[in-house]
């Protein structure tokens, strides 16, 4: 996504157009043997450029649809990955003196009169997954994408757990005298 700076005018421009799923994806898969996400169709950007005297604010929405394994039941499952991007674009003829050399996570500096904004957007994507990410549940706390109660799953054999009653579980109380009656014995 190549853009003349130059021709953005002061009122602003709106551009909404996929990016290439392919790079993306293989961004991803960098440094990895398996894809632990893959996006499954082009991400859609929806951003609104706007001129100003200091640089070019360009603010908006990038989402896209992706495969990724759930952290709670293990299966890849679709997500979708909204992310709100929200930058300054300034030449390093914009930035004000030594002093605002630093890294400013909001400024991207550009040189020419191009800049190509792909890269950033495939970043808001990759920077807005979670390694961690689950489906939502709902009210039985139950996984909205594969119907399984995953709260309760029992990693080692894949059955869920059998719950104890509040009732039978022990106090804390009542293990550490455990703990101490235990202790004498020795």
Same mark, same amino acid.
């Given at each position: 996504?190549?853009?003349?700076?130059?021709?953005?005018?002061?009122?602003? #421009?709106? $551009?909404?157009?996929?990016?290439?799923?392919? /790079?993306?994806?293989?961004?991803? !898969?960098?440094?990895?043997?398996?894809?632990?996400?893959?996006?499954?169709?082009?991400?859609?950007?929806?951003?609104? =450029?706007?001129?100003?005297?200091?640089?070019? #604010?360009?603010?908006?929405?990038?989402?896209?649809?992706?495969? *990724? @394994? %759930?952290?709670? %039941?293990?299966?890849?499952?679709?997500?979708?990955?909204?992310?709100?991007?929200?930058?300054?674009?300034?030449?390093?003829?914009?930035?004000?003196?030594?002093?605002?050399?630093?890294?400013?996570? @909001?400024?991207?500096?550009?040189?020419?009169?191009? $800049?190509?904004?792909?890269? !950033?957007?495939?970043?808001?994507? $990759?920077?807005?997954?979670?390694?961690?990410?689950?489906?939502?549940?709902?009210? !039985?706390? #139950? %996984?909205?994408? %594969?119907?399984? *109660?995953?709260?309760?799953?029992?990693?080692?054999?894949?059955?869920?757990?059998?719950?104890?009653? /509040?009732?039978?579980?022990?106090?804390?109380?009542? =293990?550490?005298?455990?703990?101490?009656?235990?202790?004498?014995?020795?």
């Amino acid at each position: 996504m190549r853009i003349l700076v130059t021709t953005i005018p002061f009122s602003g #421009m709106k $551009i909404d157009a996929p990016i290439a799923k392919d /790079p993306l994806n293989a961004r991803l !898969q960098e440094g990895s043997e398996e894809g632990a996400v893959t996006f499954t169709e082009d991400p859609l950007v929806d951003i609104t =450029l706007t001129r100003t005297h200091g640089g070019v #604010m360009v603010k908006g929405v990038v989402t896209g649809t992706c495969l *990724q @394994g %759930c952290s709670t %039941c293990g299966d890849t499952v679709p997500h979708e990955v909204i992310s709100t991007v929200d930058w300054l674009l300034q030449t390093s003829s914009d930035r004000a003196g030594l002093d605002d050399e630093l890294d400013d996570p @909001g400024v991207i500096v550009y040189e020419g009169d191009h $800049i190509n904004l792909e890269d !950033q957007l495939q970043e808001t994507l $990759i920077l807005n997954l979670s390694p961690f990410w689950h489906p939502p549940r709902d009210a !039985q706390d #139950m %996984c909205t994408l %594969c119907k399984r *109660q995953c709260s309760a799953k029992a990693w080692s054999s894949g059955e869920p757990k059998e719950s104890a009653a /509040p009732e039978s579980r022990p106090s804390l109380g009542s =293990l550490l005298k455990g703990a101490l009656a235990e202790k004498k014995k020795r």
